[in-house]
């Protein structure tokens, strides 16, 4: 099925994806990407919006577009606010995805940001205002690519969930995600059908974990070591990367897996981060999409900077989403877990299903160091040393957490996917009655 605009640089088709399931898609500026967008392009994106939800099937749209024909602008401006109402209909329902192969600029850019994820082909640009137009107002000179090319809209802003050599690969990453995505919110995420056996053991987890306390590893590869067949989405991985975010399956039942990232910043958290994070786990919920969390964490990222700019309110955004989410939540400590990150990291207080720790996680309100600085500030160094030593045989361990009911069982790594796959077989029936209200207010 297929609806062209008069100006003929915009479609609307029902196609299929690799899995053979439905999805609804607009392109918009096929014929001419540097054209101005119409206010007939607009409106075919709210009707392909429509027609997604009504046929409960996600949306796709590909954008090339500039800003409107100074002539036409008014009507494009009306037609952008229909398309941004129609697309936001879709929110939490079917899920939507926009594609940046073009320039998108002022109101389309601005429907980028409505949907669920978007994916950047290289060579891409979007920005609300343009360079001469940042440049008048600030007087700092910046070129399309510096101000918001597709390296800008990855590590930067954070717009792009994926980016994309070329348009093709970029369709190929669309079937990717959709393909561990329900069609919507009605139903369940399909099933992944795998060789790898569910009870595989994973004694190569326990070796990535340096000895050090302090050393750094890339928590993807503790995560590729336990999920099916090593397959992992990352999403947005140039941005707020002390967070990963992305998808995974385990024994065939895709999930969404949120991770500390040793590697950058220690693994704190920011206000990115949060921001991240918080709108991930969102999205997973939203979609019937159980949520595993790996934990290794020392705290929020401490600075005036950061509490400036609003780190408690950023850092409740992470908090609220794990503590509304209704779906499936399994939660593995695999080093440290301290302080506030502990709580806003999906712990058993914030309502997880089943909570694992392995042998080396440590959960406290901060590491032996701080804890002795704070309560033996007189103490000489030898002192120190030895209360240090004696605060983490006392209390940085998994077991004083598992006697208080915080953690559910102390597992060794080797049986990390395993008690994964298992609990998620437990949890596949969960339901949870929410109260009547038109929506919560989440901390934006």
């Known amino acids: ?45 709210a009707r392909g919006a429509r027609r997604a939800l009504d046929q409960s099937v996600p949306f796709v749209c590909e954008f090339a577009a500039n800003g409107p024909a100074a002539e036409d602008e008014l009507a494009v401006t009306f037609a952008i606010g229909e398309a941004a109402q129609a697309i936001t209909a879709c929110s939490g329902r079917v899920p939507t995805i926009g594609v940046l192969q073009g320039d998108a600029v002022a109101g389309p850019a601005l429907l980028l940001g409505l949907v669920d994820h978007v994916v950047v082909v290289d060579g891409s640009h979007a920005f609300v205002s343009g360079p001469a137009m940042v440049s008048e107002f600030t007087g700092v000179e910046f070129n399309r690519t510096e101000l918001g090319g597709s390296a800008a809209l990855t590590n930067q802003a954070g717009l792009a969930s994926l980016t994309a050599p070329t348009i ?36 190569e987890a326990a070796d990535i974990i340096p000895e050090s306390a302090t050393g750094a590893y890339d928590v993807r590869d503790v995560i590729t070591t336990v999920a099916d067949d090593g397959w992992f989405l990352e999403l947005r991985d140039r941005f707020a990367t002390n967070l990963v975010t992305g998808f995974a399956t385990f024994g065939g039942m895709p999930v969404g897996v949120v991770a500390n990232q040793p590697m950058s910043i220690a693994g704190t958290l920011d206000i990115p981060s949060s921001q991240k994070g918080g709108r991930f786990v969102a999205f997973c919920d939203a979609f019937n999409l159980p949520l595993v969390t790996f934990v290794d964490t020392s705290g ?80 000489d160094a030898d002192e120190r040393a030895q209360l240090e030593a004696e605060y983490e045989a006392r209390l940085l361990n998994p077991y004083i957490a598992a006697q208080r009911g915080t953690v559910d069982e102390v597992i060794a790594p080797e049986r990390t996917r395993s008690n994964i796959t298992d609990a998620l077989d437990l949890l596949a029936s969960k339901r949870e009655i929410t109260p009547r209200r038109r929506h919560d207010n989440t901390p934006l």
């Open 168 to 203: 093709e690969d970029a369709e190929l990453l669309i079937d990717d995600l959709l393909g561990v995505l329900p069609a919507s919110a009605d139903d369940p995420p399909p099933f992944i059908g795998t060789g790898d056996p569910a009870d595989r053991p994973t004694p």
């Open 300 to 379: 929020f990222y401490p600075g005036k900077d950061l509490e400036w700019r609003g780190m408690i309110r950023y850092g409740a955004q992470l908090a609220f989403a794990y503590a509304r989410a209704t779906v499936p939540r399994i939660n593995v400590t695999l080093r440290k877990s301290y302080g506030g990150a502990y709580i806003v990291m999906d712990s058993k207080n914030m309502g997880n299903d089943f909570a694992f720790a392995w042998p080396s996680a440590e959960i406290a309100v901060m590491g032996a160091k701080g804890a002795v600085e704070i309560l033996h500030r007189r103490a």
């Open 1 to 45: 099925m297929t609806d062209t605009t008069e100006s003929g640089q915009t479609s609307l088709t029902t196609e299929y994806g690799s899995d053979g399931r439905r999805r609804v898609v607009v392109r918009v500026g096929l014929a001419a990407p540097d054209a101005p967008i119409r206010a007939t392009d607009a409106e075919l994106i």
